[in-house]
């Protein structure tokens, strides 16, 4: 790319124009956008207006010179400020649409790479013409457009590799393991959301232990998927103690009607005790689980479905962990029944050998719950981070006594999507 001495990316084979080349396939992915929503119209209209950066077919003209100088460089920024302008126009009716998602926030890298005010002449409309290659329903020639409601499949069939994945938990006291791997023990009685994005709601509900006491337990979820283009209806799945449904609240197992509403699936392993959605349209997997009279949550989520919020949405348990002032640290345990701290440690130590933040998350709720069976829920929450963590090496944290989480592990730098991969084409 930027490097002679690079392979060309097989986004960017030399001699090709790249812009055309990488937004041809977005356009393909974006097939089947929602009627409503346009950013298909913007793509069309920004492949369209950087034909003539294509300098005979040259990466290089299209770069201009280099980065922020030369006339195509000059032209990508007019292209680039027409781009943002329509996404603007179609926001309101794009809120759930991923490749819209993908489109601005690869807009604004472009601009920032390219050195490309905000303020400044835009590109003139296009000339009405023919529908570019993969623009319309009806296409002659090209690979066929991949399942809107597959988002693995996009996702490879755009940037040629498979997405990242964030994981987070909640079990036990509540115990909570963000996307971030922050581990926090909280006290949050009533109801706080462990998501709030533009594709997903949930909501734990918890309420103490006992009574007067600072830890709690949760014994409620609420899950909203939120309808999505042809893929799915909205649909509720709730789940509280000793009523964990294999169905959702309307008593569907899938997403609906809609050509994609086998993208949503429910099923049981365990009936009354274990249930797993699985929603293929966001590459989201969901297990619930019932042990010792308190329900457990872990997800395994695209990076761009967890990181789809806007600012007035940031109190969410999974992006940022417990709240300061929600935290419990082990030292805040009190001991009820006739369970000692050597026979918990003993306990817990059968399923879980390794003295991690697992490991002393149920020691401290078989102390405070005075039941052995809560060693089930942290064992059940250690497995479930084995089958979804991407990186294997972060599956162990090792909390301080204070409850402040020391990890190696730092925010996940995010994963190319979208049109993210035109900004290596650009390079």
Known sequence: MG?????????????????LSILTLLLLLCGHAHSQCKILRCNAEYVSSTLSL???????????????GGVGSSGLCRALRSYALCTRRTARTCRGDLAFHSAVHGIEDLMIQHNCSRQGPTAPPPPRGPALPGAGPVRSSGPPAPDPCDYEGRFFRLNGQPPGFLHCASFGDPHVRSFHHHFHTCRVQGAWPLLDNDFLFVQATSSPVASG??????RKLTIIFKNMQEC????VYQAEVD???????????????RPGGSSLSIRTANPGSHVEIRAAYIGTTI???QTAGQLSFSIKAAEDVARAFSAEQDLQLCVGGCPPSQR???????RRGAITIDTARQLCKEGLPVEDAYFHSCVFDVLISGDPNFTVAAQAALEDARAFLPDLEKLHL?????????SSATLLAPLLSGVFVLWLCIQ
Request: charged fraction near 20%.
């Open 398 to 406: 090792f909390p301080s006594d204070a409850g402040v989480p020391l």
């Open 232 to 235: 799915i209806d909205q649909k």
């Open 213 to 218: 006491a600072n830890a709690t337990t949760t």
């Open 243 to 257: 009523n964990l449904p294999a169905a959702f609240e309307d008593g569907s197992i899938n997403g609906g009607d």
């Open 3 to 19: 490097d002679p001495g690079q392979s060309p990316s097989p986004w960017c084979p030399h001699g090709s124009p790249p812009t």
């Open 328 to 334: 419990l640290s082990r030292s805040e345990r009190s």
């Open 54 to 68: 294509r300098g005979g077919g040259s990466p290089g003209a299209l770069r201009g010179g280099g980065r922020g």
């Open 287 to 289: 297990i619930i689980r």
